[in-house]
């Protein structure tokens, strides 16, 4: 390809910001320098985190497939509030033309140019619409978006604010959000061509330019279930417009050339792929303009969501008050110690972590039910809780940190039940009942005799969400059919009938605990023995989990180390799900012959090198067969708990969190996918020092905190204290405890132990006392008895 003379030097600049950022990134978050003055908490977040992928091959096994960008945390780095309704975003990728990763995510760090802004609040970026783009000068209709390079030096993120400038049309762009509307602020050059153009996505949909500052519109395309927000919006601008137009794209016919796209100076309304507007300003150097945009189920609605309490048009305002939200939520959790670029992955992190489940409507506001009736909300109302990911973490951070909050989620889903008749799931598990359950053991009030009916109904319903449970039902677990040819993994067409089978086991225990809380002591007894399920995919000839035919044979040839994606596991190898028993790990631990031999199959797990044949990518964050990048066997460090081995989770977690996260050369680089702050939520419980292997029960496993001290103000009016002395990178490892001031012996706690406020210290030392929570007494629980 020819590249223009015009075109070159911005080629050249890309290249040198590039290297500019890796420097200075390198610079700022790499250092290990000791704690300086004290720094406000929201001042540490950075949500470039997570945008960047790590950069050593050794952390990465074989992905990515050729052709294919390598996973970054796929987080955005655009201003919302926590568990916003919307989000005003940046957008580097081109998802309208595909999106290599396979989830439609809207920006990569890597990526040099800007295709636009969006105001929306999609699970993922790139479905957010409608896309706007401040131009100056000529601009072109999407598909081909008019791009600008951007300076990596001037790009700046920090909670409820964004902001970049465009060095192509020496324009400055800045975002910030209310709980229901996005901003956007665009600082001009001089010019009588300073363009915003604003368009709908590849389906389109209608637009229409109502006034001299109002542009209004509804996208073709849209779900419920992931754009809560809804397809209607309304965009209105701080200044009229000095004159406009509108334009659609053509986007099925394949010919080329001129006449595809139709635009038209002074029309108002326009319908078709990419239906858009374009509103041109007169400006002088500094002028600004600034957007501001609701969503709704409606057009009505979303008038009401611009007009909303909290919609101010004032852009520095807004911001403040987003920043000051954030800051009342992380002033909760105070760290000490570490480094400062542990504390800032810390409050990064935590920031992700509050990625979902979205806000649908407050209490007193309207919403659209699942049905299409407009609704007025009796308490605050959220979106589905995304359960295979942040079911197994985030939603224990929440109910630490925000149990009112839960208890409103635990509602919302709820009445999507009854609406639906279903519980919502995701995935090939249920685990809508880690949350009730695990509420329940927390002290969370709630009707659980009510919701129990429908978490019962999907797990007894083979009409329900969860596949194949006729099947489970009658023999107890999920068969595989063997691709043709045998194909070298992955294969994504199968049943990923043993990791849905041990899915199943483990949401059957929960659901064990609440019959047995209700009295339902029948349920209870059923669901117990289908708890034991598992054991029935255990192959002792291999020691591992291994699919079977339905007649039950074997599926052969196995191999342990193969990612496999639906055949037999769930994007995981028969190593990583191997730990995919959180509820009875004493039970995998007689499987594999005793305490020793379940040491020795942990040890081999983190120390085998990967060398897979299919390429898996969703596996990275490597060490030995171990994969951080993804859900399956997350939990797996700290299963030593359970074997007389506390000391070797120690060591493993402070690896993890050093190696895995930021270790890049941008200190951005995630492992995997953030999952909507499943990812992240697992660094801020690691780096604090503890884990909830099974969120359905109320216990936490203690690893090694890498701060000095951790003060956790919980929603429940109490502290929680982590104080670890003689804390270091080489004092890694804990000597004795004490659990408000007398001796923990116990690799664990429960929530009990700390619901009414508590301190727990942690004297820490360079090498392993080898005897601190050995005893197998004081091994966490678990729904097997160790065996005699």
Known sequence: MTISPARRPHRALAAALSMLIVTSATTVLAKDNKPASPTAPVDLANPLVGTASLDNQALLGNAPPPGEPTYTGMTTPGASLPQSATEAAPVNINADLGFATGVPVAYDYRRPVMFGFTGGGSTYGARGAPMVMPVVGDWTVPPDYATAYYDKATEKASPG?????????????ELTATQWTSLMRFTFPESHRSNV????????????????????????AGRRDRDADGPYFIAEFSRPFASFGTFHSE??????????????????????DYAGAYLTFDTKAGDQVVVR?????????AGQRLRAQDSDTDFDRVHAKARARWAQLFDRVQVTGGTAKQRTLFYSTLYHSFASPRMIARKGEHYTDAEGNDRVADYDHYGPVPFWDTGRNQIVLLMLLEPNVVQDIMRSEFDRARERGYMNTSFHGDHAVFLYDGAWQRGIDFDYAAVYEYLRKNATDPKGPRGYLAE???QGWISDIVPPGNPSPPYAGGKAGVATTLEYAWDDYALADVARRLGKNDDAEMFTQRASNYRNLFDPSVGFFRGRTEDGKWISPFDPGEPYYNFMMKEASGWSTLWLVPHDVQGLMNLLGGRD?????LDTFFSTPYTAKGICRDCTGLIGQYVQGNQPDQQAAYLYAWSGQPWKTQALTRRILDELYGSDATGYGFPGMDDQGSTSSWYVLSAMGFYPVDPSTPDYIIGSPIFD???????????????ARNNSAK?????????????????????????????????MGPEPNKAWGADPHDAPRSMSAAQR
């Not at 604010?161 to 762009?173: H, I, P």
């Not at 956790?712 to 009016?717: D, E």
């Open 472 to 474: 489970y039902m009658k």
């Open 597 to 601: 031999a379940f040491n020795r199959k």
């Open 161 to 173: 604010y964004y902001a970049v400038d465009l060095a192509t049309f020496r324009t400055k762009v």
């Open 251 to 272: 986007v099925t016919n394949k010919g080329e050339g001129l006449g595809r796209e139709d635009v038209q100076a002074g029309r108002r309304k326009v319908s078709g």
């Open 197 to 220: 153009v604003v368009n709908l996505r590849r389906d389109g949909g209608d637009v229409e330019v109502v006034d001299d500052h109002t542009v209004r519109g509804v996208a073709t």
């Open 709 to 723: 001290r951790v003060r956790l103000s919980m929603g429940n009016g109490k502290t929680f204290e982590i104080v």
């Open 293 to 301: 945009i609701a969503h709704g189920h409606s057009a009505e609605e």
């Open 731 to 763: 004092n890694k490892y804990i000597q004795s405890a004490t659990l408000n001031g007398k001796a923990w012996t116990k690799p664990w706690f429960s929530h009990a132990d700390i619901a009414n406020g508590a301190t727990l210290v942690l004297t």
